[in-house]
């Protein structure tokens, strides 16, 4: 039974920071690729960052680079998102996803399809 379980959003002011967690279970957590998503509301959900948990390999969206950083803990089967210089933009509900793939080319968070599993979801409220 795979459980993703996110933690650390809240309420932050513009120019912020926050640091998600996602912790997984009862799941093959090396060599597979986790994600985060996130949707606002009356908007779909898009992908924000992913990390190939065998090489560490990471993706992340173009709308976040250079201030969102994913990064794990293998041992603990954690990932994290680490969100600086937060702007009200960027408040919506944030999904840890993973997903089963062969290679790091692969392990992209440009479509939520392709990840099989989803967390609850934690929210990120910037104003």
């Known amino acids: 039974h795979v459980q993703l379980v996110e933690s650390g959003g809240g309420s932050v002011q513009a120019g912020g920071s926050l640091r998600l967690s996602c912790a997984a279970s009862?799941?093959?957590?090396?060599?597979?690729?986790m994600g985060w998503f996130r949707q606002a509301p009356g908007k779909e959900r898009e992908g924000v960052a992913a990390?190939?948990?065998?090489?560490?390999?990471?993706y992340y969206a173009d709308s976040v680079k250079g201030r969102f950083t994913i990064s794990q803990d293998n041992a603990k089967m954690t990932v994290y998102l680490q969100m600086n210089s937060l702007q009200p933009e960027v408040t919506a509900m944030y999904y840890c996803a993973a997903a089963h793939v062969g290679h790091s080319d692969y392990c992209l968070a440009d479509n939520a399809a392709d990840f099989g599993y989803w967390g609850q979801g934690t929210q990120v409220t910037v104003s």
């Open positions: 990390i190939y948990t065998g090489y560490g390999s990471t």
């Open positions: 009862g799941y093959t957590y090396s060599s597979n690729c």
